[in-house]
């Protein structure tokens, strides 16, 4: 072998080394992308909602909003997406809001006015927390756990260790290795992950009605990730609506996704 080969190889194998190293550091602010709030923010919507905050074992804060409505149909517990905070989450939960139903949103620790080390076991734990707080006021057979994007994870995990109404879960992942092996194919990424967030694995445990919406051009989670979760043999029924030519952010404009929320809420 000569010189300038090895020193080529040398070169591959230090850039390779280089941007592992680099991913496994850099994950966190890869997944995560909070928008952090003051404390002292007040949020501004129409109707009536509670701003609440609770503390968790570990000292973390986590900052929520209830919006309430006379004579609910039942309370939908939301799990956002990696960015944004509630003062934008808060307009998206609207639609639920005009459908007569009771909303809870909260932000994940270091979004918004939320505090806390992030965590796996953390993340999870925190969600089965806001499932425990409404459960205070309402039945399971009124709980309906909606997740949207990475708040898909953790509302699959409420929905597997509880007994709510229904779940229902826009754009979700098989699990973030699934996500991280497709961006990063030439990497052991299940070996650098922190954050593994198998979705999958608990969605086989969910035992009530499960419904799965996916938009076929998403370039955030690809929607074979959705195919796969279909696949799965749940003990609750499990319905999957496919959006032609939808993308990561515009479901909601489909008359499919309208419709199909008001046959179910």
Known sequence: MNRRLKKIII??????????????????????????????????FSGDFEEINLKTVDGAVLNALHFKVENPKGVILYFHGNAGELSRWGIVVQKFVEMDYDVLVMDFRGYGKSTGALSQKALYNDAQLFYNLLQKNYSENEIVVYGRSLGTTFATYV???????????????????????????????????????????????????????????????????????????????????????????????????????????
Not at 27 to 44: A, G, H, R, V, W
Not at 175 to 203: C, G
């Open 159 to 265: 929905a597997a260790n509880n007994h709510p109404k229904q779940l229902i879960l826009e754009a979700p992942f098989y699990s973030l290795d699934e996500v991280a092996s497709e961006r990063f194919p030439i990497y052991p990424v299940s070996w650098v992950l922190k954050y593994h967030f198998p979705t999958y694995k608990y969605l086989k445990e969910v035992s009530c009605p499960i419904l799965i919406l996916h938009g076929t051009n998403d370039n955030v989670v690809n929607y074979k990730n959705s195919e796969k979760l279909s696949k799965i043999r749940t003990k609750g029924n499990l319905t999957f609506i496919t959006f032609p030519n939808g993308n990561h952010h515009d479901l909601v404009n489909y008359k499919l996704y309208k419709s199909t929320l008001d046959s179910i809420l």
């Open 11 to 44: 070169v591959i194998v230090s850039l390779y080394v280089l941007i592992g190293v680099a991913l496994y550091f850099l994950q966190t602010k890869m997944i995560f992308m909070p928008e952090p709030l003051p404390q002292d923010y007040s949020y501004s």
